[in-house]
């Protein structure tokens, strides 16, 4: 009778261990997925931040937030199953990339106050626009007073 009652706790770990091994842990399974859809955001992310330091279309909010992403993340990607130095390195080209991001940020601030309300770039234009109106205006004088057979082709 002894032999048998330990069999039979026996055979149940046997028989539940191997099930358990054959089915899968929904607490796992989610923890799996998160990391699989972490990775994929992640690779997203990276993605889209060279996209937009290469000079695709991004507006300045979603640069910070790239930047910021990219700051904040600790570690290496790709380059984890290599040597120190060579993750290092990849650690360091990530923070360069932010750095680019963030420069594009200030440019393209800096570009809308210089379109919007520099005092300089208005006095600029102005002149400008004064300096041909007035050689326009002087052409048109001198092509009036040659008369017919004008070079102007309008005749």
């Known amino acids: 009778m002894m032999k048998f009652l330990s069999f039979v706790p026996l055979a149940s770990l046997l028989l539940f261990g191997i099930t358990d091994a054959f ?4 607490i796992a399974s989610a923890a799996m997925k998160q990391k699989t859809s972490a ?6 992310t990276f993605y889209r931040a060279l996209e ?5 279309s991004c507006d300045v909010s979603e640069l910070d ?8 993340f600790v570690g290496c990607t ?19 990339l932010a750095e680019i991001l963030r420069l594009k940020v200030e440019l393209k601030l800096r570009l809308d106050y210089l379109k919007s309300g520099n005092l300089f770039a208005d006095d600029v234009r102005k002149d400008h626009d004064l300096e041909e109106r007035k050689k326009f205006k ?3 004088l001198a092509n009036r007073d040659k008369g017919a057979g004008s070079d102007l082709g309008l005749w």
């Open 23 to 26: 089915t899968i842990n929904p």
């Open 65 to 72: 937030k790239l930047a910021s992403e990219l700051e904040q």
């Open 138 to 140: 002087e052409t048109l």
């Open 78 to 96: 790709y380059e984890e199953d290599s040597s120190k130095e060579v993750c290092e390195k990849e650690i360091q080209d990530r923070m360069d």
């Open 52 to 56: 937009c330091a290469e000079g695709h």
């Open 39 to 44: 990775l994929q955001v992640s690779t997203e």
